[in-house]
């Protein structure tokens, strides 16, 4: 595994825990705790319902890879990058 970007910050490859706080609907701040302790904050939609299997889905553009998805037991959260007019 590799970094990944979310939103706007590097998230380095390992565990990392993640919570969440509702802002309005379906809509949540995710936060994700790196090992190091650095925190991240990014939007996310929140998906619930039992997911298959948990872990991360990621994609590469312009050779980023990004954090697409990220799945818990019991929801999917779907990350709100902006990644236009990034550099």
């Not at 998230?11 to 309005?24: A, D, L, M, Q």
């Not at 939007?43 to 553009?61: C, D, I, W, Y």
């Not at 818990?72 to 990058?81: H, L, P, S």
């Amino acid at each position: 595994a590799t970094a990944v970007r979310a939103g706007n910050a590097q998230v380095p490859r390992g565990i990392c825990e993640v919570s969440w706080k509702t802002v309005s609907g379906s809509q949540v701040l995710l936060t994700i705790k790196t090992e190091d302790d650095k925190t991240i904050t990014v939007s996310a939609r929140m998906v619930e319902g039992k997911q298959e299997t948990t872990g991360v889905v990621t994609s590469v553009m312009n050779g980023v890879a990004y954090l697409k998805e990220l799945h818990t037991k019991n929801a999917r959260f779907v990350i709100q990058n902006r990644t236009e007019g990034s550099k």
